[in-house]
């Protein structure tokens, strides 16, 4: 195992392995990603993107979903390694925060050891990219978001969820239903409101109560029938406005957003979905405002994927993101 090592508490990793790949031959003309991820921190630098699993499906299980996303980060990490880069750029694999087992509080003492390691990256100046793990996955980004100096010195975090379900569950337990829910309370502990903004909701996948819940927090979101293609203008207005609402942008990317031919292998397949390719000029959008400062990935089950096409289509979104971002 390593540490992390901030000024109060040390996160316990699983340490990354190196990333293998396609290699075509020397020089940057031929650079994949596998060629741009270090696992030293000391050799990257601030700028340079980071990398975190969070390999847990607890979340999941306690929502009643299909279990098998703990080992979304390696699949991922797998599906992103070959991708050839339009430029040189370094990347920092920092490792796995791992969940183990369904004991009371192993999910939610998880969540916080992911929150101090994402806020150790983003203080220490790196882009960061959550690969998750179930939706649970958002509140320990959040967690961490929390605790760094750009939210303390007053900035304004806006939430931009891409998903087919609100998430906000009132549930006895934390589980990957329940994550912004728990950033609105944590939010209204902090004397703030949550601003929270959601692309792609399936309305037979959330309940009139949640429908409720969301209006009684001033959730801003479209529903899946509302961002199609023909609809980009619609998108891009939205998208727009959620960014002229913050300072500093948490993109959570909830595979099942996407029409289940698209990402089969997620807890909750969507019937219908948002197109990937409004998806994907979402995050490129968000990546190009010069707001964004961590996106999670959410719900890749490698157990149910066929053909690697979640995993493809997810490493897809985390390359346009980030090359744009970079």
């Known amino acids: 195992m390593s540490t992390f090592q901030e000024t109060a508490l040390p996160v316990t990793v699983v340490p990354a392995r190196p990333w293998s790949g396609r290699d075509d031959g020397p020089g940057a003309e031929h650079l ?37 996303a703990s080992q979304g980060p390696d699949a991922l990490r797998r599906a992103l390694a070959s991708m050839a880069l339009p430029k040189p750029l370094r990347a920092l694999d920092a490792g796995d925060v791992t969940v183990d087992g369904d004991a009371d509080g192993a999910l939610e003492a998880g969540q916080q050891r992911l929150g101090r390691a994402v806020a150790h990256l983003v203080d220490a100046g790196h882009p960061v990219v959550v690969l998750g793990g179930g939706h649970e996955v958002a509140f320990g980004t ?48 902090h004397g703030r409101d949550l601003n929270y903004w959601v692309l792609g909701i399936s309305q037979a996948a ?24 023909l609809d980009m203008a619609r998108v891009e207005s ?32 969507a019937a219908y979905g948002v197109p990937m390719e409004v998806v994907e000029q979402v995050c490129t959008r968000v990546a190009r405002s010069g707001k964004l400062v961590v996106v999670d990935v959410a719900e890749l089950n490698p157990e149910f994927d066929v053909d690697q096409r979640t995993a493809r289509a997810a490493a897809r979104l985390v390359h346009r993101t980030v090359t744009t971002w970079a």
């Open 206 to 229: 959330n309940t009139e109560a949640l429908f409720r819940t969301a209006e009684s927090l001033g959730v801003r979101y479209l529903e899946d029938g509302e961002c199609g293609l």
């Open 238 to 269: 939205f998208v727009d406005e959620f960014l002229a609402s913050c300072d500093l942008v948490h993109l959570t990317i909830d595979l099942d957003v996407l029409p289940a031919a698209v990402a089969p292998g997620v807890s909750a397949p």
């Open 32 to 68: 994949r990603w596998h060629k741009a991820v270090e696992l030293d921190p000391e050799l990257t630098e601030r700028g340079d993107v980071a990398f975190v699993g969070f390999g847990s499906d607890e979340g999941v299980r306690r929502n009643k979903g299909r279990q098998g």
């Open 142 to 189: 959040y967690s961490g978001l929390e605790q760094t100096r750009a939210i303390e010195a007053g900035g304004r975090l806006g939430v931009l969820n891409l998903d087919a379900h609100f998430d906000l569950r009132d549930d006895v337990r934390p589980s990957s239903g329940t994550p912004f829910l728990q950033m609105a309370q944590s939010e209204r502990r």
